[in-house]
């Protein structure tokens, strides 16, 4: 009976992660979440006079996401007095051009697309949206299917729906740069900012880019989000040549999109992700976390 329990638990436990994950943002909280399914589920199994479970997904995407919600509160009093701008903890995998089938597509690696730059907009949408969300949007859940989960009316899971969908989009159209020229951006950016070249910077950031630099107080990073192309052009070129140097670049995916490592030695020093214009010329976005603590998982 365990080991059954232990089975079909090993079995759902990508899909479990990925949808945590897209709630909270965060591998720690998310491992702890599933920590707590896991328990739930298992005890759940080793009582004689419990009903059995004809579906056991459902039974634990509805464990998996209301532990999440009530993770929440604490996670918002930890954010409070986090130093700088808060980041998700990027997922690092590797570069792949192999396209995975749409019939095969494991729902861990679709919710691995979900970009670094969407995660940072569903941060402003309260936890109950945001799981609406992530269950809708990137799960493809039914809004009946939804209701279920959160013991709520279907009715009232379509206007949050409605709201977070309308929020997210009005801040972030629907478009995806070609990965190819993401990297090929990502890289012309390492150079001009590692090589202090101001008019290359200039060129490459949009008028409207805003710099996230996430080191938690404890690695470099910047007390507030940085806007402009001329602030924030300005700063690189001053500081990247002089705190890059003696770094190795790496190019991994992270959260699915191409992006960049950098190493000092063996020890992961920052995680670097850029979001491109729709036309995919110039970058809107730069995301740097460097706080070690969400680099621990990285290698």
């Known amino acids: 009976m365990a080991n059954t329990a232990t089975q079909v638990?090993?079995?759902?436990?990508?899909?479990?992660?990925?949808?945590?994950?897209?709630?909270?943002?965060?591998?720690?909280?998310?491992?702890?979440?599933?920590?707590?399914?896991?328990?739930?589920?298992?005890?759940?199994?080793?009582?004689?006079?419990?009903?059995?479970?004809?579906?056991?997904?459902?039974?634990?995407?509805?464990?998996?996401?209301?532990?999440?919600?009530?993770?929440?509160?604490?996670?918002?009093?930890?954010?409070?007095?986090?130093?700088?701008?808060?980041?998700p903890e990027p997922l690092v995998?590797?570069?792949?051009?192999?396209?995975?089938?749409?019939?095969?597509?494991?729902?861990?690696?679709?919710?691995?697309?979900?970009?670094?730059?969407?995660?940072?907009?569903?941060?402003t949408l309260t936890p109950l949206e945001r799981g609406v969300f992530v269950?809708?949007?990137?799960?493809?859940?039914?809004?009946?299917?939804?209701?279920e989960i959160l013991g709520r009316s279907p009715s009232a899971i379509r206007q949050l729906a409605h709201r977070a969908r309308e929020h997210v989009h009005a801040r972030r159209p629907r478009y995806e740069p070609d990965p190819h020229v993401r990297q090929q951006v990502t890289e012309r950016f390492l150079a001009a900012a590692?090589?202090?070249?101001?008019?290359?910077?200039?060129?490459?950031?949009?008028?409207?880019?805003?710099?996230?630099?996430?080191?938690?107080?404890?690695a470099a990073g910047g007390l507030r989000p940085l806007h402009g192309r001329d602030k924030v052009a300005r700063l690189l070129a001053a500081v990247a040549p002089r705190s890059g140097k003696g770094l190795n670049i790496a190019y991994r995916s992270v959260n699915g999109d191409p992006s960049a490592l950098l190493f000092a030695g063996e020890t992961p020093y920052a995680v670097l992700v850029l979001d491109l214009t729709p036309d995919g010329n110039q970058v809107c976005g730069i995301y740097a976390v460097a706080n070690p603590d969400k680099l621990s998982h990285v290698d």
Do not use: C
């Open 9 to 87: 638990f090993n079995d759902h436990r990508e899909l479990l992660f990925s949808i945590v994950y897209n709630m909270l943002g965060s591998v720690a909280d998310t491992e702890d979440v599933l920590q707590e399914t896991w328990l739930s589920w298992t005890t759940r199994n080793r009582a004689s006079s419990a009903e059995r479970i004809d579906n056991p997904r459902a039974y634990l995407v509805r464990i998996a996401v209301n532990r999440a919600l009530a993770h929440q509160a604490t996670i918002s009093r930890r954010r409070e007095t986090y130093i700088g701008p808060w980041l």
């Open 194 to 218: 590692l090589g202090g070249d101001l008019d290359a910077l200039l060129q490459l950031l949009a008028p409207e880019v805003t710099l996230w630099g996430d080191g938690g107080g404890k």
């Open 135 to 147: 269950l809708h949007e990137v799960f493809g859940y039914a809004h009946t299917e939804i209701a």
């Open 93 to 123: 995998g590797p570069l792949t051009d192999t396209p995975v089938p749409e019939d095969a597509a494991d729902a861990a690696v679709r919710a691995e697309s979900v970009s670094m730059a969407l995660l940072v907009i569903l941060e």
